[in-house]
């Protein structure tokens, strides 16, 4: 790669050496760097890669792209000087794969909930009309009908652009992407070109990360400001939030509502566990998903298709044959009667959801198991024991991931929240395995719900820094006797 075409659209200031060497690879994992490579020295929350140049230097590094030229800066190695090398590096790293998402419609969905599940659908549904299709999503990646482990909601710069390069190899002509807080952040999406975004909702999330909910919602908003002309941009009518997110973008602007008039409108006239029968604009669909949440979900779907072309009808007699995605308000029914529901709901307002749709069509009890990871926002974990005992029958509170935490102490943070008259109907067991079993086994009856929150499609937990295999959706099911 010449170094001059991998810099192509990059705010450059200044080059110090050759412009048209050639380099081997682009790095910004010093790690990985060999010889004759292009290091992009970004800065990072708890490490700076700057700090690593003299390093990469004596593995044969080529290139260093930095923010900040060594004093003592070497002859032989070419130093690139940008303003922003995270953001350089997204579109360095576009280039180096001859820029794949200009040959994909490509769209974005951002929020805090409803990412995985609207990307997902929207996979499904452009599968369904046979179309090539790409995902990038939290639970996994998939070329086509391929599949590709995912290890981030949104994959760093070189990985994402290696995806869908990928994508364009295997002729997918869409591509359905989770654009994370983090991602927009930190630039991982720069030099992506995307047809449209979609905003689900914002609430209190990673703020151990962002510090402030501000901070949070710029993040995300900064991905529908960079949206261009010809664009669209998609928003929640019913979050506060939404029309914040249009405030400044240049792409045109859509919105959607379970609540109020919007240019894409849609009610529930009944639900059931089985699904819900909504109502869009005056024709009526029967949709196997339940709750207010995944109506929302599912309106997004159906404006993203039609503004991808997709006849009205069409979209929603295709959207009605669509599959709950992994983990997601996923049903597990046990021969003793006893409904088990895991999901992903890992915040206040996603539990506050699930609880309020399983209340609207519960017949007998609900026993909510739920915890908090470890090494992530402990504002939120007074919240989620609150709103699982103000809302559930019984409650179980259990581990998450407790990473490098004490599960013990993240459990005590939890219940600091709660009254003596309040943790009546609250049990403590920090052995998520044991909790489950006392869920479904023990405290539920014939009737009754457990809802199995937190984890959703994961299929591990992380206990004092040691991942082991961990799939609530597999517990649930011993423990109902399947």
């Not at 790669?1 to 790095?27: A, F, P, Y």
């Not at 004759?36 to 080529?62: E, L, M, N, W």
């Not at 939030?241 to 379970?258: E, P």
Request: hydrophobic share 40%; aromatic share 6%.
């Amino acid at each position: 790669m010449i170094l001059s075409n991998l810099l192509k659209n990059v705010k450059v200031l200044t080059v110090k050496g050759d412009e048209e060497c050639e380099v081997r690879k682009l790095c910004f994992d010093s790690r990985q760097v060999e010889a004759d490579d292009c290091f992009v020295a970004t800065r990072g929350t708890s490490v700076d890669g700057h700090q690593f140049i003299p390093q990469v230097i004596d593995k044969g590094a080529k290139v260093i792209v930095c923010e900040e030229i060594p004093a003592d800066y070497l002859n032989n190695v070419t130093f690139v000087l940008v303003d922003d090398s995270r953001e350089a590096l997204g579109i360095m790293a576009a280039n180096s794969y001859g820029n794949p998402s200009e040959k994909l419609t490509l769209v974005g969905v951002t929020g805090t909930n409803g990412k995985t599940s609207i990307a997902t659908l929207l996979w499904q549904l452009f599968r369904k009309m046979g179309h090539k299709v790409g995902l990038l999503s939290t639970v996994v990646n998939r070329i086509d009908d391929k599949a590709v482990p995912s290890t981030h909601t949104t994959p760093d710069p070189i990985e994402l652009n290696a995806l869908l390069s990928e994508m364009v190899k295997a002729e997918c002509k869409y591509a359905f992407m989770e654009v994370s807080s983090h991602s927009a952040d930190q630039r991982r999406i720069a030099g992506i070109k995307f047809a449209g975004g979609i905003f689900t909702n914002l609430t209190r999330d990673h703020l151990d990360y962002h510090k402030t909910i501000e901070n949070y919602l710029k993040a995300k908003k900064r991905f529908f400001d960079d949206l261009p002309d010809g664009t669209f941009a998609i928003t929640n009518a019913d979050d506060r939030n939404g029309s914040v997110m249009l405030q400044n973008t240049r792409a045109r602007k859509i919105t959607y509502s379970i609540r109020k008039v919007a240019d894409f409108y849609g009610r529930i006239d009944d639900e059931s566990i089985e699904g819900m029968q909504m109502n869009f604009e005056g024709m009526d669909v029967f949709m196997p998903f339940v709750g207010r949440f995944n109506a929302s979900n599912i309106l997004a779907v159906y404006a993203t298709a039609v503004q991808l072309g997709v006849e009205r009808h069409e979209a929603l007699r295709l959207i009605s044959s669509l599959k709950a995605v992994d983990g997601r308000f996923e049903t597990i029914r046990g021969r003793n009667g006893v409904t088990a529901i895991v999901d992903y709901a890992h915040t206040p307002d996603a539990l506050e959801n699930v609880i309020r749709t399983i209340n609207e069509i519960k017949k007998g009890k609900l026993i909510t198991v739920c915890g908090c990871g470890g090494n992530r926002d402990k504002g939120k974990r007074p919240m989620m024991a609150k709103e699982a005992q103000h809302n559930s029958d019984l409650v179980v509170l259990t581990s998450d991931n407790p990473r490098d935490e004490d599960p013990d102490a993240i459990l005590a943070d939890m219940t600091t929240g709660l009254t003596a008259e309040e943790m009546r109907k609250v049990t403590v067991m920090a052995d998520r395995r044991e909790a489950i079993k006392l869920a479904c086994s023990i405290l539920a009856q014939s009737g009754d719900i457990v809802l199995i929150a937190g984890k959703g499609h994961e299929d591990y937990q992380i206990i004092k820094g040691v991942k082991y295999h961990f799939d609530d959706r597999e517990e649930a099911t011993k423990a109902l006797g399947l």
